[in-house]
T-cell receptor, first 116, second 115 residues
Framework: AQSVTQLDSQVPVFEEAPVELRCNYS??????LFWYVQYPNQGLQLLLK??????LVKGINGFEAEFNKSQTSFHLRKPSVHISDTAEYFC??????????????FGTGTLLAVQP | GAGVSQSPRYKVAKRGQDVALRCDPI?????LFWYQQALGQGPEFLTY????????KSGLPSDRFFAERPEGSVSTLKIQRTQQEDSAVYLC?????????????FGPGTRLTVL
């Protein structure tokens, strides 16, 4: 079975500083990987996804993530954060075998708290 | 509409009451998912529809949970005889199709509180 681990429940960072949110997954089969962001009282919004090809994926709002198969990681990075980036960030996996359901399996989330 | 909408946004129920939560997916999206998000947790899969067919209900926690999508568009998640452990945010997502390159777009959720 697949699982997703987000070790950091909360990451405080000062505005304009770089940030990395960690995500590790476990799966015996190939997977697709996603990062979603959830602003207060809003639905989840897709930041970026890795399906195949280049392991460095660029997303919206200046975020990027790197797929590392040997370390089973998909860490999210941004070189300079803004106050408006304060939100909950969820890493998710989808089993890459094209089965009947492409359900997302989410981690527990990381709260990015950007301070002025 | 422009996005996935859900109603009501907030629902308070007394233990033992039945509730119905509605999801309006993006027009033309054939795939529809329901997820449950407990406080402080990530969303967990409940069930999936392809058009009107419920193809996977492996995540439904008990037989008190029932979902339908009779005409392949609007979906309703019904919870019978609600319990306190049912308190959570229920998220609906829709996508163009099953392939992983089809993004799942999420609604704002319905926050259910069972007293």
């Amino acid at each position: 079975a697949q699982s997703v681990t987000q070790l950091d429940s909360q990451v405080p960072v000062f505005e304009e500083a770089p940030v990395e949110l960690r995500c590790n997954y476990s799966s015996s089969v190939s997977v697709y990987l996603f990062w979603y962001v959830q602003y207060p009282n809003q639905g989840l919004q897709l930041l970026l996804k890795y399906l195949s090809g280049s392991t460095l994926v660029k997303g919206i709002n200046g975020f990027e993530a790197e797929f590392n198969k040997s370390q089973t990681s998909f860490h999210l990075r941004k070189p300079s954060v803004h106050i408006s980036d304060t939100a909950e960030y969820f890493c998710a996996v989808m089993r890459g075998y094209g089965g009947a359901t492409n359900k997302l399996i989410f981690g527990t989330g990381t709260l990015l708290a950007v301070q002025p | 509409g422009a996005g996935v909408s859900q109603s009501p946004r907030y629902k308070v129920a007394k233990r033992g009451q039945d509730v119905a939560l509605r999801c309006d997916p993006i027009s033309g999206h054939v795939s529809l998912f329901w997820y449950q998000q407990a406080l402080g947790q990530g969303p967990e899969f409940l069930t999936y529809f392809q058009n009107e067919a419920q193809l996977d209900k492996s995540g439904l926690p008990s037989d008190r949970f029932f979902a339908e999508r009779p005409e392949g568009s609007v979906s309703t998640l019904k919870i019978q005889r609600t319990q306190q452990e049912d308190s959570a945010v229920y998220l609906c997502a829709s996508s163009r199709g099953l392939a992983p390159e089809n993004t799942q777009f999420f609604g704002p959720g319905t926050r259910l509180t069972v007293l």
